[in-house]
């Protein structure tokens, strides 16, 4: 556990300092949802890794999650997959998002091992769950809230192998494009201009 941590920690240390020094490339994936209900309308704009393809409207749709990332053709299997998954916001706290994600990770692989710790990110309080699966799988999960008048959290995700070769190299690569996402309120054409 403490392995995956560090990992993750210094993968969050690249990753904050790529995002602090400004060094944002070119915007690649916009992925938003309509207002709905007290829910205003929301967008989230990230970044795909050079070489991925990113999905929101075929694999994302099938698998019930807002933007896949995925290198190579899509399996359906979740390891080496970028998942961002957004919802309205109902429990009280990030932390109790957390508290249940964990819950339902033990029920399901009651002997992992876990952990979790804050992520810097510039416009959004982010805390991420580290999962050591006895199925010789991590997963890692990054929280995130925009804010109360968002109406909404979300969550990116990954699965890595214990013996994967790129193990390093591909959470250096989830924490960059979780850090330099960016939530943004969306307004679509028409009610951009029922406002004129």
Known sequence: MRQIQTMVAAALLMAASVAWAGDKPDPGVLVYGKPDGDVPGWAIMADAPLGWTPDCCTYARAIGVNLVMYQGEWTGKPERVIVLNVWPRKLASLDAELDVDRK?????????????????????????????????????????????????????????????????????????????????????????????
């Open 104 to 196: 339902q990770y033990l029920q399901r692989d009651p002997a992992a091992k876990m952990g979790h710790f804050p992520v810097r990110h510039r416009s959004m309080r982010c805390s991420a769950a580290v999962y050591e699966g006895t199925d010789q799988f991590d997963d890692v999960v990054v929280f995130c809230d925009p804010g109360r008048a968002t109406g909404i959290r979300l969550s990116w995700s990954m699965t890595i192998a214990d013996a994967d070769p790129q193990r390093r190299a591909l959470l250096d690569m989830f924490m960059r494009v979780v850090v330099n996402a960016s939530y943004l309120r969306y307004e679509s054409a028409r009610d951009q201009a029922g406002k004129r």
